[in-house]
T-cell receptor, first 111, second 111 residues
Framework: SQTIHQWPATLVQPVGSPLSLECTVE??????LYWYRQAAGRGLQLLFY??????ISSEVPQNLSASRPQDRQFILSSKKLLLSDSGFYLC??????????FGQGTRLTVV | GQQVMQIPQYQHVQEGEDFTTYCNSS?????IQWYKQRPGGHPVFLIQ?????EVKKQKRLTFQFGEAKKNSSLHITATQTTDVGTYFC???????????FGQGTRLTINP
């Protein structure tokens, strides 16, 4: 069966520090992969999506970047975090944009 | 640009009352998906509608896809406290390469 792993669950980072969030998927091949951010009490903002290895589409200009070094691995990074980067980060996968499966999410607080 | 809009943003009801959330897309969708996010959790897939005018039911939940495949609704009959959460619609845009979510409707219930 398919599973998605996302870690860490919570993270507190100082302003200006780097960030690396990792997401891995098991049990499927060539999935579409997504990073979403959710501010407290708000909707899901699509940050990046990928339809294949090394193929990244950015939706919102910001100081975040994403990479897909392997078929089932999706990484969200930042060189220097801002206070405004705080939020709930969710990784998800789907097959050709049908049902999406979400990871447990990472609650990032930038202090 | 292509968007998926959802209203209302918030809805508070008495337990036993009905609830409806509406979703509208600026473009025709190949499918519309609905998700539920419990407080503190991640979005969980509820259902996908594909056909024009399609209606699907899950117990007290009724989902509709508009004839033009640009709008959708979720109706809950006789809400229960277990229905609390945020309901999102989502649709594949840009040639079905990305999955975009509406802003969500947060449902709270007075027992």
């Amino acid at each position: 069966s398919q599973t998605i792993h996302q870690w860490p669950a919570t993270l507190v980072q100082p302003v200006g520090s780097p960030l690396s969030l990792e997401c891995t998927v098991e049990g499927t091949s060539n999935p579409n992969l997504y990073w979403y951010r959710q501010a407290a009490g708000r909707g899901l903002q699509l940050l990046f999506y990928s339809v294949g290895i090394g193929q990244i589409s950015s939706e919102v200009p910001q100081n975040l970047s994403a990479s897909r070094p392997q078929d089932r691995q999706f990484i969200l990074s930042s060189k220097k975090l801002l206070l405004s980067d705080s939020g709930f980060y969710l990784c998800a996968w789907s097959v050709r944009n049908t049902e999406a499966f979400f990871g447990q999410g990472t609650r990032l607080t930038v202090v | 640009g292509q968007q998926v809009m959802q209203i209302p943003q918030y809805q508070h009801v008495q337990e036993g009352e009905d609830f409806t959330t509406y979703c509208n897309s600026s473009t025709t969708l190949s499918n519309i998906q609905w998700y539920k996010q419990r407080p503190g959790g991640h979005p969980v897939f509820l259902i996908q509608l594909v056909k024009s005018g399609e209606v699907k039911k899950q117990k007290r939940l009724t989902f509709q896809f508009g004839e033009a495949k640009k709008n959708s609704s979720l109706h809950i009959t006789a809400t229960q406290t277990t229905d609390v959460g945020t309901y999102f619609c989502a649709g594949p845009l840009r040639g079905a390469q990305k999955l975009v979510f509406g802003q969500g409707t947060r449902l709270t219930i007075n027992p």
